[in-house]
């Protein structure tokens, strides 16, 4: 039983090409879980509060790579520019614009990506697809900040295949952005997909996935 982490991300990596980024999510996970889990290959660990996040840092030695997946409040960016590697969730222009000025402050150039809500769903965070094109325009012009591509959270349902249709919007999205040339550089990052639905969402051209449960949670 003691080895349920390293045989969930085995079975993981079996299942997702490997040019397919793995974020584990450690949100609620002990320092010994985490460890765990980079004893067995993962390099990049994603976390949902700056707060959790910042005393996790201070312990874990290994270079990892820090993701910041949860909702980032404009007055914890100045935290979050310190330890975050992507931070995936940026939905605002004044959550940008603080970013662009803590990132600057550190002489820090931000990677982070655009979350979409592409289900239209009230009460989720994110940019609507319709407002995305003009938004990404009004991030490029932000000097600290380099946009490296796109993010979202597919709606709760019970059957896998009801949430490809929001995955493939992302998919076209970026590929529209990159065709208007609203950035310098392409973007290329798709973060899509989660325990549950993570094989539609490299399916729909996911090239990076967060997965919690799947990988710390015996099923
Ligand atoms: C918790 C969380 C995940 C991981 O979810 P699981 O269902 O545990 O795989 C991924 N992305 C975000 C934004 C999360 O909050």
């Not at 765990?36 to 700056?50: F, K, M, W």
């Not at 000025?101 to 009460?123: H, R």
């Not at 932000?142 to 896998?160: C, E, F, H, Q, R």
């Not at 493939?168 to 609203?182: P, T, V």
Request: aromatic residues 4%; contains cysteine; negative net charge.
């Amino acid at each position: 039983m003691d080895n349920i982490i390293r045989e969930n991300i085995a079975k993981i990596r079996r299942q997702i090409p490997s040019q397919v980024c793995l974020v584990a999510v450690t949100k609620g996970r002990s320092l010994a879980q985490i460890q765990e889990a980079l004893d067995s290959g993962i390099t990049h660990i994603g976390e949902n509060r700056v707060q959790e996040a910042a005393l996790k840092y201070k312990e874990i030695k290994p270079a990892v790579t820090w993701h910041l997946v949860g909702h980032l409040q404009t007055n914890k960016a100045k935290e979050a520019v310190k330890i975050f590697d992507l931070i995936h969730s940026v939905d605002s222009l004044n959550l940008a614009r603080e970013i662009d000025k803590q990132a600057g402050k550190i002489n820090k150039l931000q990677d982070i990506l655009i979350e979409v809500n592409t289900s239209a769903e009230e009460s989720k965070f994110g940019i609507r697809p319709e407002d995305l094109f003009e938004f990404i325009k009004a991030v490029s012009d932000l000097k600290n900040i380099s946009l490296k591509g796109l993010m979202t959270i597919a709606p709760m349902v019970d059957n896998t295949e009801e949430v490809r249709p929001y995955f493939r919007i992302l998919n076209e999205l970026r590929d529209k952005a990159n065709e208007l040339r609203l950035t310098g550089d392409a973007i290329q990052v798709l973060s899509m997909g989660m325990s549950d639905d993570f094989e539609v969402a490299i399916e729909e051209g996911a090239n990076m996935v967060r997965i919690g449960r799947a990988i710390f949670e015996d099923k």
